[in-house]
């Protein structure tokens, strides 16, 4: 028996431009920044008001890294083996020359914490605790700042020692180290169940509300920071690698080149104290919203609740976060799905917040998902859309190598190469060879994408017009300045937002930038 062969349309997408100042375009974010500055560029440079929290050692490194990012980081000279020209690197400008904004590294509200303090906390025998306690000293010590003086800060700056990165984690073992006895029990990780008790006031349980949190540190500080001020984390071995050296006389840590790192703590300084983002994509059409759905399990819920909240971005990049109700949403082992008052207060909420920016509706409203949509929060969807928006369903899903699409020459398949299965999936490399850079930054050879076109209130788009747009969400990554990442900003970090909001401490409005997030 012969069956018909069928024919696989392979397509491909040019790389997005992003816009700059002047109007002008570029598809690499460090050329745009390095020729014409960040597209809201202010005539003068602008001061911005830095407050800094570390150790001793910790701020003299952020203090001796912020002198150098005032000039030229150079790129390192190519190693054994390395191509002359690596053009996916660039010379670091200086902050003012790239950016526009400026601060005095010597001028910087500089709050120090006591490294045995740090030392001591985190080797409580409890995690939750030891991670709060380590936590409290960075909170405490900001909080105590503001109290006192009357200077707003822009963006804080938590310089963090190893040990807080080596603790303070989930999962964190601590073997070999002496540990201290706290307040609590070495295995308690949930409140104590004493329900009775606790609502006959004869016990408080307040102090228990740390295991409302999960164990991590850096979802602790952003989710306390959300009324604050966005918050920049970053290692001491980042800013002085050759400061922390082993046995062999090589650094603990491989770190990025100083050039690379200069680029992105840079563009996040910029990101979290400007109103507008550096880049923003050019050419996007008018009228078009993108919302990035996020499930995430809430830590220790007695009823297995989860929290919904949704990321709404626009062709400026930028995006707010969304926080919908907490509740039983969970329906299989990797299903979540919205009953329909909270599907439709959720969306009524985003397209509110639209209308104040814009005057009027979206004409696209793309709903981006890791799962389906049932009939339920579907319809509640539609029903709390305008008449005059389109609301579309997208599905983007990872591969792990189910699918592998191969070319000639030394290099894998181009970034931006789609292999359309029918009008309504696809596959989408959003990571592979990219000519510009003549280079494929990745391990192995690039997995694609799986986007399905799966609903639409009126007649679905064209599925390369989603691919196009998918392309361009890959290039808004605020918190780097990357050429691209290998998914869209709504699907990127639905995780880290999730893990965020599903903390006991955050305890937030119900809207916030996305800057605070990250």
């Known amino acids: 028996m012969k069956f018909p062969e069928k024919s696989l349309l392979i397509e491909h997408f040019d790389e997005p431009d992003l816009e700059f100042a002047f109007s002008q375009r570029s598809p690499h974010p460090k050329d745009g920044l390095f020729l014409y500055g960040p597209h809201a560029r202010a005539k003068k440079t602008r001061e911005i008001s830095v407050g800094v929290v570390g150790t001793n050692e910790g701020i003299v490194h952020f203090r001796t890294w912020s002198h150098k990012l005032n000039d030229v980081v150079q790129v390192p000279p190519p190693g054994k083996?390395?191509?002359?020209?690596?053009?996916?690197?660039?010379?670091?400008?200086?902050?003012?020359?790239?950016?526009?904004?400026?601060?005095?590294?010597?001028?910087?509200?500089?709050?120090?914490?006591?490294?045995?303090d740090i030392d001591r906390v985190s080797r409580v025998w409890n995690l939750n605790e030891a991670v709060e306690k380590v936590a409290r000293l960075y909170i405490d010590r900001v909080k105590k700042h503001l109290r006192n003086e009357e200077q707003s800060i822009d963006v804080w700056v938590l310089v963090l020692p190893e040990i807080v990165y080596e603790r303070c984690r989930p999962g964190s073992k601590r073997t070999g180290l002496a540990m201290e006895k706290g307040d609590f029990a070495k295995r308690q990780k949930a409140r104590s169940?004493?329900?009775?008790?606790?609502?006959?006031?004869?016990?408080?349980?307040?102090?228990?509300?740390?295991?409302?949190?999960?164990?991590?540190?850096?979802?602790?500080?952003?989710?306390?920071?959300?009324?604050?001020?966005?918050?920049?984390?970053?290692?001491?071995?980042?800013?002085?690698?050759?400061?922390?050296?082993?046995?062999?006389?090589?650094?603990?840590?491989?770190?990025?080149?100083?050039?690379?790192?200069?680029?992105?703590?840079?563009?996040?300084?910029?990101?979290?104290?400007?109103?507008?983002?550096?880049?923003?994509?050019?050419?996007?059409?008018?009228?078009?919203?993108?919302i990035g759905m996020v499930y995430k399990n809430l830590p220790n819920d007695p009823n297995g609740h989860a929290c919904c909240a949704a990321q709404m971005f626009l062709n400026e990049g930028d995006g707010i976060v969304f926080r919908g109700a907490n509740g039983p949403w969970k329906t299989g082992e990797y299903e979540y799905h919205l009953k329909a008052e909270a599907a439709t207060?959720?969306?009524?909420?985003?397209?509110?917040?639209?209308r104040s920016m814009h005057g009027e509706p979206p004409k696209e409203l793309f709903i981006h998902g890791q799962t389906f949509f049932n009939d339920e929060e579907w319809n509640a969807f539609v029903d709390a859309a305008p008449k005059e928006t389109n609301v579309v369903g997208v599905r983007i899903r990872t591969t792990s190598g189910e699918t592998k699409l191969f070319r000639d020459g030394d290099y894998p398949v181009l970034r931006g190469t789609a292999l359309l299965l029918d009008e309504q999936t696809a596959?989408?490399?959003?990571?592979?060879?990219?000519?510009?850079?003549?280079?494929?930054?990745?391990?192995?050879?690039?997995?694609?994408?799986?986007?399905?076109?799966?609903?639409?209130?009126?007649?679905?788009?064209?599925?390369?017009?989603?691919?196009?747009?998918?392309?361009?969400?890959?290039?808004?990554?605020?918190?780097?300045?990357?050429?691209n990442d290998g998914l869209p900003v709504t699907v990127r970090f639905a995780r880290m937002v999730g893990d965020v909001l599903t903390m006991g401490s955050a305890k937030g409005e119900g809207k916030q930038q996305f800057k605070f997030y990250v």
């Not at 020209?85 to 910087?108: M, Q, T, V, W």
């Not at 207060?345 to 639209?354: Q, R, S």
């Open 81 to 116: 083996g390395e191509k002359k020209d690596r053009l996916h690197l660039a010379n670091f400008p200086g902050l003012e020359a790239a950016f526009g904004i400026s601060y005095d590294p010597d001028k910087c509200s500089f709050l120090s914490i006591p490294l045995h």
């Open 193 to 290: 169940n004493l329900p009775l008790l606790a609502s006959a006031g004869v016990i408080d349980q307040t102090v228990e509300e740390i295991f409302d949190d999960v164990p991590d540190f850096h979802r602790r500080i952003k989710a306390e920071f959300l009324n604050i001020a966005p918050t920049q984390l970053v290692r001491e071995t980042t800013l002085a690698p050759g400061a922390f050296l082993n046995s062999a006389n090589y650094p603990i840590r491989r770190t990025q080149d100083a050039a690379t790192v200069a680029w992105n703590l840079a563009t996040g300084l910029y990101y979290k104290t400007q109103p507008r983002p550096p880049w923003r994509l050019a050419g996007v059409r008018p009228g078009v919203c993108y």
């Open 427 to 483: 596959y989408l490399w959003t990571t592979g060879y990219v000519p510009q850079l003549d280079t494929y930054i990745g391990p192995e050879t690039p997995n694609p994408l799986h986007i399905t076109l799966i609903r639409s209130k009126r007649a679905k788009p064209n599925i390369r017009t989603v691919l196009a747009d998918i392309m361009g969400l890959t290039k808004i990554n605020y918190n780097s300045c990357n050429f």
């Open 345 to 354: 207060n959720l969306l009524e909420v985003v397209l509110n917040t639209y």
